[in-house]
Every structure is written in C-alpha cells, then in structure tokens.
C-alpha cells in the first residue's frame, strides 16, 4: 500500500507543479492546450504503439483474446448504471450526461496506464490497454458526442490512439522488427507522457476557483462511486467469477479519477465546463487515499 501511495504521489506531484506554474502566471490555458495536444497526437500514441508492438504476439492473444469480450460486457453494464445514475443526480440533460460520462471513463489513458507501468511494468500495461480498449472506443465516439452535443459519426474512431494501437497490434502479431533509432524515439515520447498528462491535470484544475467547484454535493456522490463503488463491485464481481488476474486488471482501470475529457471535449466546443472541472478536481484528489486502499485490498502492487 505504501508502495502505491509513493507512486500515485510522484504523479500528482507534476500535477501541483501544473497548477503552482498557471496559478503563478508562468503558463496559461493556451499552453495547456498544446500540452493536450501533445498527449493526444504524440506522447500516447507512441506509448500506446511501443506497447502492443512489443507484446501483442500471437501466443499473448491465444490467452488474452477472450479478455476484450469480457471487457465489453463490463463496460456494457457500468454504462447501463451510469446512465440511470446520470438521470437521477443531474438537474438538467446536460449535467447528467457529464455525471454519466464520467462515471464511465475514468482516466486511465492518462494517470492509469502510467500508474500500471511503473508498478507492475509493461505486460500489466498491455494487459491493461487491452482491457480498456472498449472504453476508449466508447471514449471517442459516444462519449464525445455526449459531452460536445454532437452527432455520432464513423470518423471518431479515426483518432491518433485506436490507429496507434492497430499499427502496434499488426507489428506485434507480424513480429516486424522495428529500427533502433524507432525504438528509442518512441520509448523517449512514452516517457513523457505520464509527466505531461499530470501537469495538464494540475492547469486544467487551476483555471477554476476551488470553492466554486466544490459546492455541488451531486459532484461528491459522483466521486464517491467512482472512486469506491465501481472498483469494488466490478473487481469483485470478475475476482469471484472469472480470476483475481483479470479482476486485478479491470481495477487497475476502474480505480482511476475521472477523466480530464470531461473538460477537454466541452471545452473544444463551448460548453460548460464547470461539472467536469469539478470532478477531475475531487476525484484527482481523493484517489490520492482511495487507490492505495482499492489496490491494496486487491494485492496490486
């Protein structure tokens, strides 16, 4: 437990130094839309890529490959709650569909995958990427739509990560041997991304006044579910029913914050920012105590 509260610690450390450097003057909103731009098209995709062509070999799909089926059905059900929670919390359309979003996706892309790598190295990633892959379609097509009032279209899931984890699956399954000078490049642009995305988190949080955040209560029930509810239900549903391997997997993602999507989508497009701001501030925050304690009671670690 110790282990992962000092390693949940070193990201969030990049995220006060995101807030202390906007909240200072030093950076602004501006920059932390070219740093979200970088995580998108360059530090994930090449984190994402490296992974998969490097591990996704034909004998690692043999024994996976049931595991995205199971992952589908998971996100099937926690979407199905989501929506009704959604409905129920959220005193207009809109807020409610922030609610159910981020009860959906939570940020794995950006602080889950860099918490798994360092704590359990680069199969439990890839374990862990492939688990996710539904929700990250679900991320990009429905939930987009969802949070930006747009309609769904087949060009959402033309996004630099799904075309980064297909280039990777087809090197993986085809063992293609990759340039020296590739291969490093694309582990120095992996490197970055964890730092990038925490500090993105800590100038996306600092660009609201906390006390206007934080007075909603439906935010704290919001919160709550996702950091303790979720985790706890669908790790302990898989660990009775399929394995406590997979079950360790699905909490590594179900254990996360909410995602910084929830601004970042609404954002792009006009919208109120203001529920998923104050989400990813809380829930940011909170997993601090609640992903050692969820870990530990799972043995990941």
Avoid: D
């Avoid at 490097?54 to 996100?75: D, N």
């Avoid at 997979?246 to 993602?253: D, E, G, H, R, S």
């Amino acid at each position: 437990m110790i282990v992962v509260f000092e390693q949940v610690l070193v990201l969030f450390l990049f995220a006060a130094a995101g807030f202390v450097l906007t909240r200072s003057g030093v950076v602004n909103g501006e920059h932390g839309g070219l740093l979200s731009k970088l995580l998108v098209y360059v530090f994930l995709p090449c984190n994402v890529f490296k992974t998969f062509s490097a591990r996704f070999t034909v004998e690692y799909l043999r024994v996976h490959g049931m595991e995205m089926l199971l992952s589908l059905a998971v996100l099937v059900a926690v979407a199905v709650a989501a929506h009704f929670v959604g409905r129920l919390l959220g005193r207009e359309r809109y807020e409610g569909q922030v609610y159910e979003y981020s009860l959906v996706v939570p940020n794995a892309g950006y602080m889950g995958y860099a918490l798994a790598e360092s704590l359990l190295g680069s199969t439990a990633l890839l374990n862990m990427m492939l688990f996710n892959l539904p929700v990250s379609v679900y991320t990009y097509t429905i939930g987009f739509c969802m949070l930006t009032k747009r309609k769904l279209t087949f060009r959402k899931l033309c996004n630099p990560v799904i075309i980064a984890m297909l280039l990777g699956t087809a090197a993986g399954l085809l063992s293609l041997p990759l340039p020296a000078v590739l291969t490093e490049a694309l582990g120095t642009a992996a490197g970055c991304m964890a730092p990038a995305a925490m500090l993105l988190t800590g100038i996306v949080v600092a660009g609201y006044q906390f006390a206007a955040l934080l007075t909603n209560w439906r935010v704290y029930v919001v919160t709550a579910i996702r950091l303790f509810v979720l985790p706890l239900a669908v790790g302990g549903a898989l660990w009775y029913l399929v394995s406590p391997a997979v079950a360790q997997t699905a909490v590594l993602i179900y254990a996360m914050p909410c995602g910084l999507n929830s601004v970042v989508f609404p954002k792009s497009v006009g919208e109120n920012c203001t529920y998923g701001a104050s989400l990813a501030l809380l829930s940011s925050v909170c997993a601090c105590v609640s992903i050692p304690l969820v870990f530990a009671l799972f043995g990941i670690g």
